[in-house]
Each structure stands twice: as C-alpha cells, then as structure tokens.
C-alpha cells in the first residue's frame, strides 16, 4: 500500500501529477477539502472503493458505508470531500483506498487550498 502525496491546488494552479494505482490498495490524507481523482485507461470499467472504518464518527444517527465509484473505461472520477470525521482510519490517520483493478489506472490525491 502506497501513501499518495496530496496536491495543493491554489489560485496559482497546480501541475497535477498521478500515480500507478498499488494492486494492494493506496492511502490518502483525509480533509474537508481533499478530493481523490481516478483515471482509468483500461478497456472495462473499474471499482475503485473508500473505506469508512466501522465506528465512523461522521454524523450522529447516520450509518454508512463503504464508498464504492464505478469508474468507466477511458473515464475519470473525482471522489471527495475525503472528510476525516468519515474516512479516517483509527490506527494510520489515514483513509483507505481499494481497486477492483489497477490495469491503467492512475490516481492523485489533492487539496483545494482556501484564498
């Protein structure tokens, strides 16, 4: 499992860069303002799934679930807000991501920076 490097995007701009999807699964930082952008250059679609641990804190009286993104093949999805109250997991911090498939598929993790 691969910890992505979380882009900041500001007024500036960003030179987004993407990483190699890890057959074993990523990680990201989580954050109101953290979005997880997926790529997948396979010929099928594919899952991509964020856990959300058992006992999220989240909101009070809401169950969830697992996040889980049909990516279509040649397409591209942006997942967020990645909020820490929801996605964190209790023992790394971080929120944890699976792939059905990692054939051409590329992610990045980013931060919309507050002027």
């Given amino acids: 499992m691969a910890t992505l490097t979380t882009q900041v995007l500001t007024r500036?701009?960003?030179g987004p860069t993407?990483?190699?999807?890890?057959?074993?699964?990523?990680?990201?930082?989580?954050?109101?303002?953290?979005f997880l952008h997926i790529k997948n250059g396979a010929g099928a679609t594919m899952t991509v799934t964020l856990a959300i641990p058992?006992?999220?804190s989240g909101y009070p009286n809401v169950a969830y679930t697992s996040?889980?993104?049909?990516?279509?093949?040649?397409?591209?999805?942006?997942?967020?807000?990645?909020?820490?109250?929801i996605y964190q997991d209790p023992?790394?911090?971080?929120?944890?991501?699976?792939y059905s498939t990692t054939a051409s598929v590329t992610v990045g993790a980013f931060n919309v920076q507050e002027p």
């Fill in 54 to 56: 058992s006992g999220s």
């Fill in 67 to 85: 996040t889980a993104v049909a990516v279509p093949n040649a397409g591209e999805r942006m997942i967020g807000p990645i909020q820490a109250p």
């Fill in 91 to 98: 023992t790394t911090g971080l929120c944890t991501i699976t």
């Fill in 12 to 14: 500036a701009g960003v």
């Fill in 18 to 34: 993407y990483a190699a999807a890890t057959g074993g699964g990523d990680a990201m930082t989580c954050g109101a303002d953290n």
